[in-house]
């Protein structure tokens, strides 16, 4: 579902002066104009929640940003840069979902404890998917395909960023909210990636919360007090958490007090039983945004 144009930054638009609260009325209401017949708006509530707000904080993959293709796509390009064969899809897939498995178990937090470098870490884990889907290279061969898949990775190459992302972010950094970024992911999403997306820090997000440089991950709890401490002491009923994993995102951001919702870009066949439970579902962002004007 698409904003009509102009819902999200009416003030920029009439150059008005006038209270904050008109003018996220003013926005609310043309979103429903255009958006929505009559026989439906009964379902959105009155406008409260988002003037309560002083934080949101939003998970990237799935939430602000999706894999382009598959795993297997980046492994075999890399390999046959290197005069390999293409390694087999499947079986790449799943050795990669066992070997991460197993590194974040052993080495959580991308080796944060550990003191584990980052190239490290995902040297091991990409060396082990390997061998699990039954391709055991030799050292010299191995390094030329790994330095490929690291520097792939490392870029904004297999991302791909939601049309609504910058909008939503931008919106509500325009209201005064202290938008940050809570992720289980490494440096590199905070220095290289998002940036290298269009999401930049203080133009799109004001702190990121990366388990990597924290040491501690979703779905514990505490990385939410972080996310709260960082955004400025924050009490946890003046955030909002957004997220598309109940697990990960919703529980835990419950669980400290703050408000939370569930975004379901991709039609999860979960998302009746997260309705169920009593948690808001949404399909993207510009229906958070048309959800936060109207929340009683």
């Known amino acids: 579902m698409q904003a009509p144009r102009g819902s999200l930054s009416v003030a920029q638009q009439t150059g008005r002066p006038g209270s904050r609260n008109r003018e996220r009325e003013i926005a609310y209401a043309t979103f429903l104009n255009y958006s929505f017949p009559r026989s439906c708006r009964s379902a959105f509530p009155k406008m409260s929640l988002l003037s309560k707000l002083r934080c949101i904080t939003i998970d990237v993959t799935g939430t602000l940003i999706a894999y382009k293709g598959e795993l297997g796509d980046y492994y075999c390009m890399s390999a046959k840069a290197t ?23 052993r080495y959580p937090c991308f080796g944060y404890a550990a003191k584990m470098p980052n190239i490290v870490w995902w040297k091991s884990c990409v060396k082990d998917s390997f061998i699990r889907a039954g391709y055991d290279y030799d ?16 870029s904004s190459a297999p991302y791909t960023v939601f049309q609504d992302s910058q909008p939503f972010l931008r919106w509500a950094r325009e209201q ?19 940036p290298a997306l269009g999401l930049n820090e203080e133009s799109e997000w004001d702190f990121g919360v990366f388990s990597g440089l924290e040491g501690v991950e979703k779905p514990n709890p505490i990385i939410y007090e972080i996310a709260l401490e960082k955004a400025g002491k924050f009490a946890p009923g003046e955030a909002l958490h957004i997220g598309d994993s109940m697990r990960k ?48």
């Not at 005069?83 to 178990?105: I, N, S, V």
Request: proline share 4%.
């Open 249 to 296: 995102d919703y529980l835990p951001a419950k669980s400290v007090g703050m408000h939370a919702l569930l975004l379901d870009r991709f039609k999860s066949t979960d998302a009746g039983n997260w309705r169920k439970s009593g948690a808001v579902v949404l399909p993207d962002l510009m229906a958070a945004q048309a959800y936060l004007l109207g929340e009683t």
């Open 83 to 105: 005069g390999l064969p293409c390694p087999d899809y499947k079986r790449m897939h799943e050795g990669f979902k066992a070997a991460y498995t197993d590194m974040a178990k």
């Open 139 to 154: 050292e010299e061969t191995f390094e030329k395909v790994f330095r490929r898949i690291y520097s792939v990775f490392g």
């Open 176 to 194: 005064g909210i202290v938008v940050g970024i809570v992720s289980n992911a490494e440096y590199r999403y905070q220095d290289v990636v998002l």
